[in-house]
């Protein structure tokens, strides 16, 4: 009879099989008309209230003007224009500053099309080490303080090896395509640094349920506020509306707490529904032990 840790973990193995063969079957496509004119960032922003935006800009606005190296990502990034419109102009705003975009997506060669690339003579070693290390490739820049990398990987799997922590992270019309959303969005809310902002449209697509029978899934604003119960090291901000489309940032205040979300995927179908459960049963799988 196997143990409960032995159960686990081939119920793990079984579900990074699942995403692995996911993603493959989208590996090569990609949909960029949203990013086309380098604008996701923009229309992210938009979707908030004055008063949000106020509070997003400012934070967002601090802490790339604090000394160092930012690192930005964007989650779904199409030809690559917005990763490199903001993180070129973040660099411009703070020229003392390093800035290091990240572009995730199924389909480098779509960002290849949107960017110049670099010759691999040209790599400096972090570079080289990077894109053997972790499969990010870097795209050359006309900006001397900012870089850039394309990472075609699940992004699942990628948030979970990411070895940088963030300032930034965006993502628009990407989580619905998941095969496990709330999944990534733990693991990107992990990867934030202390003051990092995590800015995400169309999360709620997948529906979270109080318990297994609940016919109904829970509202945007009552999985907000759950999520806020259980995670004092954040704050949240989300978008003045109830529908599944609404858009979510997240700003992190702690380092030291990880993020929690007390919701566990069913083992019988992963991408079948979501649950928000204290204690799952032997039938599901909680994302904040993965």
């Known amino acids: 009879m196997q143990t409960n840790e032995a159960k686990k973990q081939e119920q793990i193995s079984r579900l990074e099989r699942y995403l692995a063969t996911a993603f493959e079957q989208v590996r090569g496509a990609s949909y960029s008309f949203l990013d086309e004119e380098g604008n996701v960032y923009d229309e992210l922003l938009r979707n908030f209230s004055a008063e949000q935006q106020e509070r997003l800009l400012q934070q967002i606005s601090r802490t790339m003007a604090k000394p160092g190296v930012h690192r930005i990502m964007d989650q779904g990034c199409g030809e690559g224009n917005t990763i490199w419109k903001i993180t070129s102009n973040f660099a411009q705003a703070h020229p003392d500053n390093q800035f290091e975009g990240y572009g995730v997506t199924a389909a480098l060669e779509y960002m290849k099309s949107g960017n110049s690339t670099k010759d691999p003579a040209e790599w400096s070693q972090e570079e080289d080490e990077f894109a053997h290390q972790y499969d990010m490739y870097p795209f050359a820049s006309t900006v001397k303080n900012a870089s850039l990398y394309g990472l075609e990987q699940d992004l699942h799997t990628a948030m979970r090896d990411f070895p940088r922590q963030l300032d930034l992270a965006i993502s628009d019309h990407t989580y619905f395509h998941l095969a496990a959303?709330?999944?990534?969005?733990?693991?990107?809310?992990?990867?934030?640094?202390?003051?990092?902002t995590a800015i995400i449209r169309n999360l709620f697509y997948e529906p979270v349920y109080i318990r297994p029978e609940e016919v109904l899934g829970l509202r945007p604003t009552e999985i907000v506020r759950r999520l806020e119960e259980i995670n004092q090291g954040y704050e949240f901000l989300l978008e003045e509306t109830d529908r599944i489309s609404a858009t979510l940032a997240i700003i992190r205040k702690r380092q030291d707490v990880?993020?929690?979300?007390?919701?566990?995927?069913?083992?019988?179908?992963?991408?079948l529904s979501h649950y928000f459960r204290e204690t799952p049963n032997d039938n599901f799988l909680s994302i904040d032990e993965l």
């Open 181 to 196: 959303p709330w999944l990534v969005f733990k693991r990107t809310a992990d990867r934030l640094r202390t003051g990092g």
């Open 258 to 271: 990880p993020f929690r979300t007390n919701i566990s995927l069913r083992s019988v179908r992963w991408d």
